[in-house]
């Protein structure tokens, strides 16, 4: 994984992203003999407001402004889901802007939910958790007790 410059204040969030696809990593390799590197790009303060996969750097971006993803392991496991489709399985979707409400074509809607599958799976069914998505809801970041 490929980070920006580390200092004291944002090292423990790239720290985060790298536990989160590693533990996807780990799991892929239970159903497979090797995977390629992922190339990540998180970089406080560079001001990118969604996480993606980008194919044509065949990189993932991790937010870090508006709903900083850093600490969402969910997201970052989610966009490794689309990397891993795109590089070892049959992804024709073009991606794009989309919400969590929105109505799209099959194939994005398939590549979405294969993303979405492969986090969950490696994260044995844990929760999402996106904190920008969870902010804009009005909802606690961590449920009550």
Known sequence: MVFGWLTPTNF???????DALLTE???????????????????????EDTSFYDPFWDEVTIADAAG????????????????????????????GHHTLTG???????????????LSSAAK????HFDTLVMLAEGRPWMPAH
């Not at 900083?68 to 991606?95: I, K, L, R």
């Open 12 to 18: 423990h969030r790239m720290f985060s992203i790298a």
């Open 68 to 95: 900083d993803d850093g600490y969402d392991d969910g997201v970052a496991m989610h966009e490794y889901g689309h990397w891993f489709a795109a590089n070892y399985a049959c992804d024709d979707s073009d991606g």
């Open 25 to 47: 990593r780990d799991y892929v390799l239970t159903q497979r003999d090797s995977v390629d590197k992922l190339k990540v790009q998180y970089e406080p303060g560079y001001g």
């Open 103 to 117: 109505h799209y074509d099959n194939d994005l809607a398939w590549s979405e939910g294969w993303a979405s599958y």
């Open 124 to 127: 044995l069914g844990r929760t």
